[in-house]
Structures are given as C-alpha cells and as structure tokens.
Nanobody, 123 residues
C-alpha cells in the first residue's frame, strides 16, 4: 500500500555532499516516522536518521550527528537526507523506511522499505 523510492545516490569525494530523496506514495499518517538506514557489505543495517511526519522532532545516529540533516516536505510527500562532510565510512546502500509504531532506532519497527540507493565516498 505504501511505496518508498530513494534517489540521489552517487559517487562523491571525501568531504563532499549529497542529498538523498525518498518519494512516498500511498497513505501516510501524522503519527508515522520516516527513517533512513544504511547498510555496507558484510555489516548490519545501521540507523542513520528519522523524522516525524508531523511536528519537528528529528533523530540521528551517533556516527552522522552534526553532518547529516533529515527533513521533509509533506506537500510533495518527500523525505530528504542532506549529507555533508562525507567520509569513506559513509559508503553504503541507503534505505528509506516508514514506521507506524515502535522503537524508531530499530529496523524491525519499520513496516515499509525502499529499494535503496548507493552512496560511494572515495578517498
């Protein structure tokens, strides 16, 4: 019922910036939380950031705090992840996800996932 499509990934040098977008189709609710996760080869999926669909609450993983900014545009049904000061360790597939309830830091709390977009940061 809900579909998420990520875009904006690519190759960037260390210290560069990228902005990811997540287009949301289907019904959303004011209590929903939209999150970004990432997964590098051989590693577990890692929480990056989250934002409430209504209100102004945002949440960040320790590894991206101060460098990444999550935002949303409800009129466009789109969630963004602005990534600055990128490092090689940020290289991963980035996924957009929606949670209706539960611990927003945990992957199991999210009901819908996008297909992912690759971000590669070169040294």
């Amino acid at each position: 019922q809900v579909q998420l499509v990520e875009s904006g990934g690519g190759l960037v040098q260390t210290g560069g910036s990228l902005r990811l977008s997540c287009a949301v189709s289907g019904r959303t609710f004011s209590t929903d939380v939209m999150g970004w996760f990432r997964q590098a080869p051989g590693k577990a999926r890692e929480f990056v950031a989250a934002i409430s669909w209504s209100g102004s609450n945002t949440y960040y993983g320790d590894s991206v705090q101060g460098r990444f900014t999550i935002s949303r545009d409800n009129a466009k049904n789109t969630v963004y992840l602005q990534m600055n000061s990128l490092k090689p360790e940020d290289t991963a597939v980035y996924y957009c996800a929606r949670s209706s309830s539960g611990n927003l830091y945990y992957t199991g709390s999210y009901d819908n996932w996008g297909q992912g977009t690759q971000v590669t940061v070169s040294s």
